[in-house]
C-alpha cells in the first residue's frame, strides 16, 4: 500500500504541479524544479533514519535483484569472497548471483528447517578476511526477521532491507552497505536506495560499468542519466508523510502492534498456522496456513468479496501472506482479523 494522503497529493498534482502549470513527469530532471526533490528527498531520509555525513545516499535502478549482482561488483577486492546468510528466497538468491562474480562462503543457513529460524550468531562460520558479510534483515516471502544485528567486526555487513526498511529505527552506523527496492516500504517500483559508508566507495575495480558503480551514482547526485522521476517525486512525498506521522519511531510502534495482533490471532485458532519461531516472526510479513488446505481457494475469494486483496501467498511457499508495511492501517488489520474469524466459525468441523 502507498499512504492515501501521498497518493491524493499526486493526484490533486498530477496534471498541475504547484502551480506550474505541467506535471512532475514532464520536467526534465536537471531543472531546477526537478533538483529541489532530489535535495528535498535527501534531507528527508537522513532526518528519519539519523543517516550521518559519511553516508553516501543513491538512488538506482534494476531493483533489489539487480543490487545482488552491482554489491559484489562494487565491493569484492581481488581475491572475492564474501559470506552470506542463508535465511529463505530472497537471500537464496542474493548467493546464486553473486556465485557468478565470485566465490561465495554460505556462512550460515536455515535451509533445512525450510526458513523457520534465524541460526543462531554463535553457529556462524564467518571468514575474518571476507570482503563483506550480506545477510537480509527481513524475508519477505517466508516471514523471518532478524532480532538482531550480527556483529562482523572490521568486515562490512550489507543488508537488503527491501522489505523493512524504515519500519523502525536502525543504526545505520552498524551497516557497510544499505539497499533496499522502494516498493514495499517506499513508494512505487522503480527506484532502489543505496546507503554506503563512504571508505567502501573506493573499492570499486576501474573495469565495472559507470551504470553499476556506487561512486559514479554519488558523485552525480543518482542523476547519472534519467531516473524514475515520478517514482522519486512520489517517494519525497512518503517521506513527508512519515514525518508527518511522527517519523520511523512512530511507525515502529504501530508495526509492532498490527503484527502483534495478527500473530495473537492466529495463534490462538485452530484454524491457521504460522510455522515461524516466534522469536524471528516478521513484522512486516505474516505467512499463514489453513489446516484444511482445501480451504485455501475459498479464503481467498471470499477476503476479496469484502476487499481484502493481495493475501495469496508467494507462489513458491503457497498459503495466505499478510504485509503490514508503513502505510497499511491499523483498522486493515482490524478487518483481517475479524474476517478470519468469521471464516473459521463458517467452516469448523465441530
Ligand atoms: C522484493 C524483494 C526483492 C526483489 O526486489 P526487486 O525490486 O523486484 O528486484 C529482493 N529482496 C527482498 C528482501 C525483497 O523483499
Redesign the pocket.
Known amino acids: 500500500m502507498l499512504p492515501k494522503p501521498v497518493l491524493e497529493q499526486a493526484q490533486r498534482e498530477l496534471i498541475d504541479w504547484q502551480g506550474r502549470g505541467f506535471s512532475v513527469m514532464e520536467v526534465s530532471h536537471r531543472s531546477d524544479a526537478f533538483l529541489e526533490i532530489v535535495e528535498q528527498s535527501e534531507q528527508r531520509l537522513r532526518q528519519l533514519m539519523d543517516i550521518p555525513e559519511h553516508y553516501k545516499i543513491a538512488l538506482m535502478q534494476g531493483?533489489?535483484?539487480?543490487q545482488f549482482s552491482i554489491v559484489p561488483m562494487n565491493l569484492f577486492s581481488s581475491r572475492k569472497q564474501a559470506d552470506y546468510i542463508e535465511t529463505g528466497i530472497?537471500s537464496s538468491k542474493a548467493i546464486s548471483h553473486g556465485q557468478k562474480l565470485g566465490q561465495i562462503n554460505v556462512a550460515a543457513s536455515s535451509k533445512k528447517e525450510n526458513f523457520t529460524l534465524i541460526p543462531s550468531f554463535t553457529t556462524w562460520q564467518l571468514q575474518t578476511d571476507a570482503d563483506y558479510v550480506h545477510y537480509?534483515p527481513?524475508?519477505?516471502i517466508h516471514g523471518v526477521e532478524f532480532p538482531f544485528v550480527p556483529d562482523t567486526g572490521d568486515v562490512p555487513l550489507v543488508a537488503?532491507f527491501?522489505?523493512s526498511i524504515l519500519s523502525q529505527p536502525i543504526d545505520v552506523t552498524q551497516f557497510g552497505v544499505i539497499y533496499a527496492?522502494a516498493?514495499?516500504n517506499i513508494g512505487p517500483?522503480g527506484i532502489?536506495l543505496i546507503i554506503i559508508r563512504e571508505d567502501l566507495l573506493e573499492r570499486v575495480a576501474p573495469e565495472i560499468p559507470e551504470v553499476f558503480t556506487y561512486k559514479t551514482f554519488i558523485k552525480e547526485h543518482s542523476l547519472l542519466n534519467t531516473p524514475p522521476t515520478f517514482a522519486w517525486y512520489l517517494a519525497n512525498l512518503t517521506f513527508k508523510w512519515l514525518q508527518d506521522e511522527g517519523g520511523i519511531e512512530e511507525m515502529a510502534k504501530r508495526n509492532q502492534r498490527k503484527s502483534e495482533k495478527l500473530y495473537a490471532a492466529i495463534d490462538a485458532s485452530d484454524l491457521y498456522h504460522n510455522p515461524v519461531n516466534p522469536n524471528c516472526r516478521s513484522r512486516m510479513n505474516v505467512p499463514f496456513t489453513i489446516a484444511d488446505e482445501a480451504l485455501n481457494e475459498l479464503f481467498l475469494q471470499q477476503a476479496e468479496e469484502v476487499g481484502l486483496v493481495a493475501l495469496r501467498g508467494h507462489r513458491s511457499v503457497g498459503g495466505m501472506r499478510a504485509s503490514l508495511y508503513n502505510a497499511m492501517p491499523e483498522a486493515g488489520v482490524d478487518a483481517l482479523i475479524a474476517f478470519m474469524h468469521e471464516f473459521e466459525q463458517r467452516n469448523s468441523i465441530t
Request: net charge negative.
Open positions: 531493483g533489489a535483484t539487480a530472497w537480509t527481513n524475508e519477505t537488503d527491501s522489505s527496492g516498493q514495499k517500483s532502489t
